[in-house]
T-cell receptor
Framework: DGGITQSPKYLFRKEGQNVTLSCEQN?????MYWYRQDPGQGLRLIYY???????QKGDIAEGYSVSREKKESFPLTVTSAQKNPTAFYLC?????????????FGPGTRLLVL | RKEVEQDPGPFNVPEGATVAFNCTYS??????FFWYRQDCRKEPKLLMS???SGNEDGRFTAQLNRASQYISLLIRDSKLSDSATYLC???????????FGAGTILRVKS
């Protein structure tokens, strides 16, 4: 089936630890995105990528890093510099870059700090 | 002022009721508009795009009022399965970046 997959579904992080969230899509979409959702707030953009080997910071990029080595994959690393990482992380993709295209979301990863 | 504002609700309605949500946006140059639906602990899913002329999809009707900078979603004949959070989404610049409202909670009860 075509779609976006995220893993793991739940992730626990210890203090000072870096963790990486996986996002894979087989929709042949050019653009991919990472959002963070906190209770009572709208989704906030962390990073996005319009094409392989290129990405841009979103509104809340501090404490996060990404890579886009393959079209299908856009992993997000939550570094120890992110002091409040507990949230629901959503990956999305859209067909083309630079236009107002519908974004399709993966099932999300819940990150909890131990 | 937030870029996209929604009444958080919850809206508690009986089955069969008609319910309407409004959403206001601050950037008058915003290019495109969407309604997404998000079930509890799940990812958002596109419900419908909102066009300048208004559009309808079954029991759902979306309207855009550029002069007053708001969009609306009308749900007729509410079903139990309509219970969810409805997210208002605006594209303020015409590029990739979307701005999400915090969502309006709808609970349909039998």
């Amino acid at each position: 089936d075509g779609g976006i997959t995220q893993s793991p579904k739940y992730l626990f992080r210890k203090e000072g630890q870096n963790v990486t969230l996986s996002c894979e899509q087989n929709l042949n979409h050019d653009a991919m995105y990472w959002y963070r959702q906190d209770p009572g707030q709208g989704l906030r953009l962390i990073y996005y990528s319009q094409i392989v080997n290129d990405f841009q910071k979103g509104d809340i990029a501090e404490g996060y890093s990404v890579s886009r080595e393959k079209k299908e994959s856009f992993p997000l690393t939550v570094t120890s510099a992110q002091k409040n990482p507990t949230a629901f992380y959503l990956c999305a993709s859209s067909i083309t870059a630079g236009r107002s295209e519908t974004q399709y979301f993966g099932p999300g990863t819940r990150l909890l700090v131990l | 002022r937030k870029e996209v504002e929604q009444d958080p609700g919850p809206f508690n309605v009986p089955e069969g009721a008609t319910v309407a949500f409004n959403c206001t946006y601050s950037n008058s140059a915003s290019q495109s508009f969407f309604w997404y639906r998000q079930d509890c602990r799940k990812e958002p899913k596109l419900l419908m795009s909102v066009y300048s002329s208004g559009n309808e999809d079954g029991r759902f009707t979306a309207q855009l009022n550029r002069a007053s900078q708001y969009i609306s979603l009308l749900i007729r004949d509410s079903k139990l399965s309509d219970s969810a959070t409805y997210l208002c989404v605006v594209n303020p610049e015409g590029g990739n970046k979307l701005v999400f409202g915090a969502g309006t909670i709808l609970r349909v009860k039998s």
